[in-house]
Structures are given as structure tokens and as C-alpha cells.
């Protein structure tokens, strides 16, 4: 089952700000953020276990509330460079299999 | 390290005809698996492997086959291609547990 990702898609000019959220319906071991330009295969940007932790890449962050089963991922003053679209991965527990949202694609433009 | 290595980069079938996507990884991960994308659909999981020996169906696996008879080997093969599997396909790797996803280049594919 697909982790739902809002919204699917932002432009925002460079500099501003910009939050993705992903969701399941089932209990989450951790979430994985993957980031894709287009053409290429998708990179990995960062990991959160269960715990509630945020962990930071850059000025790209993000947050995992397991009780509501949702992640954030948050970027901050954003750069040309940050343009694609953005996946987050789950982990269910007990099962080895990470299945992906249907993305967001993010636009920054000058 | 060469990584995840994915072939064809490219490929042009005709409905009915088979071929395998070939995916071979250098970093002894446990898990493999592929996945496909099409527009708007985000990245779907067809089948996946947690060693030698061991499968299990991912999301969209009718049409797909696949063994893992070595660590390093996980190939898709596509018994009687169909239009509806015109995609592009990734290969993926990483450790059991949290350990990041390593993805192999793609292979586009288009059946006519």
C-alpha cells in the first residue's frame, strides 16, 4: 500500500520555503526521503526511524511523527538545485519492503 | 564499487515477445528489488528479494518474474511483454534493516 504524499506538486521562487508530507495508514519502522531530476535515477537524501527525530541534510529536514504515522520533510530557502521530485519511502514493521508515495514535484524558479 | 548495475539502458519490444532485465549488485546487500514508474503513479514495487533463495511480490507483480539464485543477482523477466508494461524500470539495492535504497540507472522500455 502507496504512502499518500501531498501536495504533488509546489513552485516556489528561489529562496522560499517549501513542506512535503507523507502519510500511511499502517505503523511505520521509518520513513526514507529520495529526491529524482528528471532522467535520472532517484538519490537518497535522508532516513528517519521511529522516535520522532528530525535529521537535517543541508538546509533540507525533516520530521517523523509515528503516532500520527506521518513525515515531513521541510526545505528551507530553497536553491535552483533543490528543482525535482520528491519521493518518501516507507518501512512497515515486520516486513522488509519499502514502498514509495507518488511524489511531488518541486519547481523553483528565479 | 561499481554499485547497482542495471541492462539494457534501452529497450523496444513487440507485444508477446519476452526478454529479462538484467540487475547485478557489488555491495553484498541483502535486499534487491524493482520497481516501476510511469507518470504520475510514483515508483511501484513489482517484486523484491531479502537474500538467495527468497522472493515475494511487491505491489504490481502480474506479468513479472523473478528468481534470486546469488547475492549479487536479482533479474525481471517479462514472460509475454504487453503495451501496459511500457515503463521505466529501476533496480534497487540496500542492507536489511534501515540502510539507504541504491538505485541502478534505469531501463526504458516500450512495447509496441
Known amino acids: 500500500q502507496q504512502p499518500v504524499q501531498s501536495p504533488q506538486a509546489v513552485i516556489l521562487r528561489e529562496g522560499e520555503d517549501a513542506v512535503i508530507n507523507c502519510s500511511s495508514s499502517?505503523?511505520?519502522?521509518?520513513v526514507h526521503w529520495y529526491r529524482q531530476k528528471h532522467g535520472e535515477a532517484p538519490v537518497f537524501l535522508m532516513i528517519?526511524?521511529?522516535?520522532?527525530e528530525q535529521k537535517g541534510h543541508d538546509k533540507i529536514s525533516a520530521s517523523f511523527n509515528e503516532k500520527k504515522q506521518q513525515s515531513s520533510l521541510y526545505l528551507t530557502a530553497s536553491q535552483l538545485s533543490y528543482s525535482g521530485t520528491y519521493f518518501c519511502?516507507?518501512?512497515?514493521?515486520?516486513?522488509?519492503?519499502?514502498?514509495f508515495g507518488t511524489g511531488t514535484r518541486l519547481t523553483i524558479i528565479p | 564499487n561499481a554499485g547497482v548495475t542495471q541492462t539494457p539502458k534501452f529497450q523496444v519490444l513487440k507485444t508477446g515477445q519476452s526478454m529479462t532485465l538484467q540487475c547485478a549488485q557489488d555491495?553484498?546487500?541483502?535486499?534487491m528489488s524493482w520497481y516501476r514508474q510511469d507518470p504520475g503513479m510514483g515508483l511501484r514495487l513489482i517484486h523484491y528479494?531479502?537474500?538467495?533463495?527468497?522472493?515475494d511480490q511487491g505491489e504490481v507483480p502480474n506479468g513479472y518474474n523473478v528468481s534470486r539464485s546469488t547475492t549479487e543477482d536479482f533479474p525481471l523477466r517479462l514472460l509475454s511483454a504487453a503495451p501496459s508494461q511500457t515503463s521505466v524500470y529501476f533496480c534497487?539495492?540496500?542492507?536489511?534493516?534501515?540502510?539507504?535504497?541504491?538505485f541502478g540507472s534505469g531501463t526504458q522500455l516500450s512495447v509496441l
Open positions: 534497487a539495492s540496500r542492507r536489511q534493516g534501515e540502510g539507504k535504497l541504491f
Open positions: 555491495m553484498n546487500h541483502e535486499y
Open positions: 499502517k505503523a511505520l519502522y521509518s
Open positions: 528517519l526511524l521511529k522516535g520522532g
Open positions: 519511502g516507507v518501512l512497515h514493521f515486520g516486513n522488509e519492503k519499502l514502498t
Open positions: 528479494s531479502v537474500g538467495a533463495g527468497i522472493t
